[in-house]
């Protein structure tokens, strides 16, 4: 079972380790929202047909928060980055509803010896070019929420931490942003460096540790029960509600810092 | 003397479990409180709702900084013990997880009051709002101080080194 | 006890302790977390009833309040999971 929560596909480009999966599934996440957008806004109507209606209300309850949260102007100029946030953070969070495991096309064949699905290096394997090395074909990574691994929410987060505090500097001027540090008192500055890492830490871990958790949950309880109904439902509560209610969260407590950091205190 | 290693690890493993299994019960019923009496103010001021709501968020980002910490702890025990053995590193780990859990709790839970109370007096006050929100930060900061005193202390323990 | 006896026995000691720190760190953190989701649940209702016509915007308080809430608890399942599976 400890397979199955701690999966591992990693790749090396320039040094730096990578999950293939995740990387793979949020590019698709990426394409995809590009895709849908493109189709719904190819022939936008007066009266508008079904995808455009969802679209519609989706932009259109993001620019009533980020006017109510940034002020008219502003407002505007963050619509974009909130609403792609929660689009992405969605999609991410509801990808893994039906589970696929990872799948190969193309290849030289090979012995699956302790059957889990893929190549390991000491499997034997038809060498079809003789180098002596077996050349894969192209892997389709497994079909999972790329938030499930950590690096996801931690990046996002660690990002808008970025954007929070360049656009801070830029409202404020370098002075002005050291200054606001001290803001009640002098002496509250370490408490509010603190308080701004533990702000950017406690939104990650909340998203990654909810799909994480739920995708661990959903691999134990399959694991216990004989039947196929209550996973079923539980991957229905797990992938779409609370990935809804968790990207909708992520969003706006990311805005609420930004608007903290941009709007000045009278 | 035989290999103690393993004195090390279930001390730690038992204060890591402390440290989040305390840390996570202040704080979550600090932020339930907060929401509550947040809610108790929009249904007050039912045109105050977008402000409201953010100060909620805000105090709630407050509150659960504890919370933070104490993973922060938690973590740092289970994979960054650092060196030393015998019996006063691993008394040394496992007060540390005492240390950030216990504090916790009462830290989120006065976190939680300071945010929920002033949720509640801005909506009967609503134009005092900067007034109310500064004395929340500036309240739950201070409150927050022996939080931080204990994370220091946790953190101390665990990079002690015998 | 001898220490010996104790020696050969490490890492089922080891197992032990981490499967006592992931139950009492689960254990503990769900009681925060059922007090405050609760609580604020009973003043959702409170407030609906006060005021039935901005249902909408309380309930959606209401869930985003309870999400926030469940954090901790989150932290405290992430570690459980971390000592059950990785320590």
Known sequence: MREEIEPALPVNLWGVDFDYGTVFICVLCSLILILLSWLVTRRLRLVPGKGQVVLEGIVGAFDNMTQQAFGKARGRRFLPLIGTLFLFILLANTIGIVPVPQFEIGGEGYEDLNGNGHFDGGERFEDDNTNEMRDGGFVLPAWEEPTKNLNVPVGLAIFFLIVAHVSAIRVRGVWGYLKSYCDPLFVMAPLNVVSKLAGAVSVSFRLFGNIFGGAVIMVVVSHLLASVGIPVALAGFFGLFVGLIQAFVFTTLNMTYIALEVTETD | MPDMEYVIKVAAFLGAGYAMGMGALGPAFGLGYTAGRAQEGMSRQVAQHGALFRMMLVGQALAETSGVLA???????????????????????????????????????GNGLSAGTACASAARHPKYFPGIQQAMLVGTAVSQSTGVYAFVISLLLIFYSS | MNLEAMQTLAPQITKAAAFLGAGLCMGIGAIGSAIGEGFVAGKACEAISRRPDVYNDLFRTMIVGQAISESTGIYSLVIAIILIFVA
């Open chain 2, 71 to 109: 993973l922060v702890v938690a973590f740092a025990l289970l994979f960054a013990r650092g060196g030393g053995e015998g019996i006063d590193k691993a008394a040394a780990l496992l007060a540390s997880g005492f240390s950030i859990g216990s504090a916790a709790v009462g830290v989120g839970i």
